[in-house]
Nanobody, 115 residues
Framework: QVQLVESGGGLVQAGGSLRLSCAAS????????MGWYRQAPGKQRELVAA???????NYADSVKGRFTISRDNAKNTVYLQMNSLKPEDTGVYYC?????????WGQGTQVTVSS
């Protein structure tokens, strides 16, 4: 089993920055890819950024140039650096991990951007 725990969410003014962390534990060597998703009030959950085991990254168009996903294999942690935050970035951010036999989700961390 894989357990994912997010941290780093909070309240920030527009134009500010936050750094989210997702710590993985359990069968960590089985994780092939990780990503960040978010769900705004009244909207569907959407992919924000993803990183594969080979280091390739992918971003939603709305966050390109502002967000950066990275990983630290030694610490079993993936990060999402969020800069130039906008009110429309507000939502619950979820960490996702993909293995050969299943997908795992964290409990989510709230990000609120005020104007």
């Amino acid at each position: 089993q894989v357990q994912l725990v997010e941290s780093g969410g909070g309240l920030v003014q527009a134009g500010g920055s936050l750094r989210l962390s997702c710590a993985a534990s359990g069968s960590i060597f089985s994780i092939n890819a990780m990503g960040w998703y978010r769900q705004a009030p009244g909207k569907q959950r959407e992919l924000v950024a993803a990183i594969t085991s080979g280091g390739s990254t992918n971003y939603a168009d709305s966050v390109k140039g502002r967000f950066t996903i990275s990983r630290d294999n030694a610490k079993n942690t993936v990060y999402l650096q969020m800069n130039s935050l906008k009110p429309e970035d507000t939502g619950v951010y979820y960490c996702n991990g993909v293995t050969a036999w299943g997908t795992y989700w964290g409990q989510g961390t709230q990000v609120t951007v005020s104007s």
